[in-house]
C-alpha cells in the first residue's frame, strides 16, 4: 500500500521568512496530493492541493509542488507570519483506494 | 465547502462503560465515512472506513468487536468504543468525500478515567 514520509518533523523560521515541507510517497498510481493544517485541538484544514496532472499550484503565499518522477511533493510558505503556526499534514490519495493515507506531520513555528 | 459535524466534541467516562460518536454529513451524502485517532502530537491515524449499507473496514491492528461502526444512513455514521480503558483516550475524527476533496468533522476528545 501507500506509504507517505513527511519532513521535517518540526521547523522554526522567522516571521516574513519561508518555510518548506517535503513529502515523499510510493504508490506511482497515486494522483492528488492534499496538504492540510491542523491548529491545536482542531479539525485539520485544507490549505492547497495538486493532482498528478500539474507540477505546481499557487495560492496567495502558499504553494505545492509536485515531481512525479521522483514521487516527492513539497509546501512553500512565503513571507510567514505568527498565524502560520501549526502542524502541517500532506496526504496522498491512491486511485482506486478511496482513503488519504497522511505523512507523519510538520510542527511549524514561526517566531516573531 | 461541505460540513461535517460531529458530536459530542468531548467526552469523559469511566472505564468498562461505552461511548458513541456521531458523524453527519450536513449538506451532502457520503456513502463513505473514515474515522481517525489522533494521539497527541501524532499524525491522524485511519481505523477503518465506514460504508454506508454495508459492514465497516477495519485497517490492520484495530479491533473491530471493540470500535464499532455503524452507517445506517447516508449522512450518519456512528463510531461506539466499547469497553472503554485509558488507553483509548484520544481524539477521534471522522471525515467524508464530497466531490473528491475530505472534508474532516471537529472531532471528539474522549478521556477514559
Known amino acids: 500500500g501507500e506509504n507517505v514520509e513527511q519532513h521535517p518533523s518540526t521547523l522554526s523560521v522567522q516571521e516574513g521568512d519561508s518555510a518548506v515541507i517535503k513529502c515523499t510517497y510510493s504508490?506511482?498510481?497515486?494522483?492528488?496530493f492534499p496538504w492540510y493544517k491542523q491548529e491545536l485541538g482542531k479539525r485539520p484544514q485544507l490549505i492547497i492541493d495538486?493532482?498528478?496532472?500539474?507540477g505546481e499550484k499557487k495560492d496567495q503565499r502558499i504553494a505545492v509542488t509536485l515531481n512525479k518522477t521522483a514521487k516527492h511533493f513539497s509546501l512553500h510558505i512565503t513571507e510567514t507570519q505568527p498565524e502560520d503556526s501549526a502542524v502541517y499534514f500532506c496526504a496522498a490519495f491512491p486511485q482506486g483506494a478511496q482513503k488519504l493515507v497522511f505523512g507523519q506531520g510538520t510542527r511549524l513555528t514561526i517566531n516573531p | 465547502g461541505a460540513v461535517v459535524s460531529q458530536h459530542p466534541s468531548r467526552v469523559i467516562c469511566k472505564s468498562g462503560t461505552s461511548v458513541k460518536i456521531e458523524c453527519r454529513s450536513l449538506d451532502f451524502q457520503a456513502t463513505t465515512m473514515f474515522w481517525y485517532r489522533q494521539f497527541p502530537k501524532q499524525s491522524l491515524m485511519l481505523m477503518a472506513t465506514s460504508n454506508e449499507g454495508s459492514k465497516a473496514t477495519y485497517e490492520q491492528g484495530v479491533e473491530k468487536d471493540k470500535f464499532l461502526i455503524n452507517h445506517a444512513s447516508l449522512t450518519l455514521s456512528t463510531l461506539t468504543v466499547t469497553s472503554a480503558h485509558p488507553e483509548d483516550s484520544s481524539f477521534y475524527i471522522c471525515?467524508?468525500?464530497?466531490?473528491?476533496?475530505?472534508?474532516f468533522g471537529p472531532g471528539t476528545r474522549l478521556t477514559v478515567l
Open positions: 495538486i493532482r498528478s496532472n500539474v
Open positions: 504508490d506511482s498510481a497515486s494522483n492528488y
Open positions: 471525515s467524508a468525500t464530497d466531490r473528491n476533496e475530505q472534508f
